[in-house]
């Protein structure tokens, strides 16, 4: 059974510092990967997606992917008390676009 | 960009009766949509994939014949919970892929309270 695992936390960083965020999955054949955040009661956000080996950054965040090891993590820096959240890590492994989700990371970033 | 309106936002109705909740795609064509369910503090999990036109593919464990699914046009899915009982009371999510392979438009979620 394909699975995506991530560490349930509760993360606690102070503002300004680094989040660090990982996820592992099961499925070699996995194609695309993503981070999405969720505050409580609303739909998850797209915060990054991922393909290619390697990092992606995209202002305070960086994706990293590591498909060898079958891993991919989310460094978030400059931490904000608004990025306080569930941060769910999502894979998409094969042609029919179904993504397998992780339970979450709860993140608190504390002013 | 994109949106997927999710109707209602809320919705608390009595246990036995039956609870619609649509999903309308807004300047695009959807002609798939992922119906999720998730309770406090879980992941996402897929109850089933809608597609215009064709029945629905649901996910192992998901009673197709309580959660009912539509997907009449391309802009309108609808997921019907039928005969709802307490443990129904969960957080449902549609998403509709879009054109590239990292692209999905999630509608904002109906939290059902089922009394």
């Known amino acids: 059974q394909k699975e995506v695992e991530q560490n349930s936390g509760p993360l606690s960083v102070p503002e300004g510092a680094i989040a660090s965020l990982n996820c592992t999955y099961s499925d070699r054949v996995s194609q695309s990967f993503f981070w999405y955040r969720q505050y409580s009661g609303k739909s998850p956000e797209l915060i990054m997606s991922i393909y290619s080996n390697g990092d992606k950054e995209d202002g305070r965040f960086t994706a990293q992917l590591n498909k060898a090891s079958q891993y991919v993590s989310l460094l978030i820096r400059d931490s904000q008390p608004s990025d306080s959240a569930t941060y769910l890590c999502a894979v998409n492994a094969g042609n029919n676009r179904k993504l397998i989700w992780g339970l979450g990371t709860s993140l608190g970033v504390n002013p | 960009g994109a949106v997927v309106s999710q109707h209602p936002s809320r919705v608390i109705c009595k246990s036995g009766t039956s609870v619609k909740i649509e999903c309308r795609s807004l300047?695009?064509?959807?002609?798939?949509m992922f119906w999720y369910r998730q309770f406090p503090k879980q992941s996402l999990m897929l109850m089933a994939t809608s597609n215009e036109g064709s029945k629905a593919t649901y996910e192992q464990g998901v009673e197709k014949d309580k959660f009912l699914i539509n997907h009449a046009s391309l802009t309108l899915s609808t997921l019907t919970v039928t005969s709802a009982h307490p443990e129904d009371s969960s957080f449902y999510i549609c998403?509709?892929?879009?054109?590239?392979?990292?692209?999905?438009?999630f509608g904002s979620g109906t939290r059902l309270t089922v009394v």
């Open positions: 300047d695009f064509q959807a002609t798939t």
């Open positions: 998403s509709a892929p879009g054109h590239s392979s990292v692209d999905y438009t």
